[in-house]
């Protein structure tokens, strides 16, 4: 891959205990490959979705139009930042005690300010045909009911499917990119840059030339900048 970004799967629900085993048992589940958040109050939750999460465009949207212009170090941080802010995959509780609001009521102004937002709703309390409303409306794209025993493996399953969708759009051919590059099909290149990414808490990352060189925009927002030397096979940090 030229350019990714884990996507973020950003949970509400009023149960801490429920949200802590999910938590554990996606990050175990999904690995390196998707970033896990949660929250037990609706105000928190939408205050990191105005903050992190607003734009509607898609992946390859922002990755094509990255390469379709002449790569400068503004344009890289400014790219980087874009894609760290896509939209999420949202997983809801329907009846958030003490908070006067749904999740269903949630749903609808995440739909209204976060288009692209992927909605789950973990939940036992919606009768089946206003589920189905709800979903035949794209207000919710899945339901997982609560009371199930395997109800968090359930969601797990569904969402990973969509995780797959998403990570296929960020599919590149790096010689429609890169025409006279060598390096960037390199097995050996390509081992060393993902052992390398493994062992970074990274938000997301852009390949920036054909020689395999990389930015990285961390978890704490932080950008560096990587120099690929062939002779050696590794990576080596240096100033833009």
């Not at 999740?103 to 009768?127: C, D, H, Q, W």
């Not at 006279?180 to 050996?188: A, R, V, Y």
Request: glycine share 2%; with cysteine.
């Amino acid at each position: 891959m030229l350019a990714f970004i884990k996507p973020k799967i950003i949970l509400l629900d009023d149960d801490q205990s429920l949200l802590d085993v999910i938590h554990y048992y996606f990050t175990d589940k999904f690995k390196h490959s998707v970033k896990v958040i949660t929250f037990s109050k609706s105000k928190d939750f939408l205050s990191y979705l105005e903050k992190y999460c607003y734009l509607p465009e898609s992946p390859l949207e922002i990755i094509n139009s990255f390469y379709e212009n002449d790569i400068d170090k503004e344009q890289i941080i400014k790219t980087l930042k874009d894609l760290s802010e896509l939209s999420a995959i949202i997983v809801l509780d329907q009846e958030l005690r003490g908070e006067g609001v749904t999740g269903i009521e949630i749903s609808a102004k995440i739909r209204e300010y976060f288009p692209s937002s992927y909605i789950s709703m973990l939940t036992s309390n919606v009768p089946n045909n206003r589920a189905i409303q709800l979903h035949n409306n794209h207000d919710i794209d899945l339901f997982v009911n609560k009371k199930d025993t395997d109800a968090i493996h359930n969601l797990y399953a569904y969402l990973s499917k969509h995780v797959d969708i998403i990570h296929k759009q960020y599919t590149l051919d790096p010689v429609d990119i890169f025409s006279k590059s060598i390096i960037l099909e390199n097995i050996d290149y390509i081992l060393c840059r993902d052992q390398f990414l493994e062992n970074i808490e990274l938000t997301c990352y852009l390949t920036l030339s054909g020689n395999g060189d990389i930015a990285i925009m961390s978890d704490n927002g932080l950008i560096s900048f990587w120099h690929y030397d062939s002779n050696e096979n590794n990576f080596i940090a240096y100033e833009y």
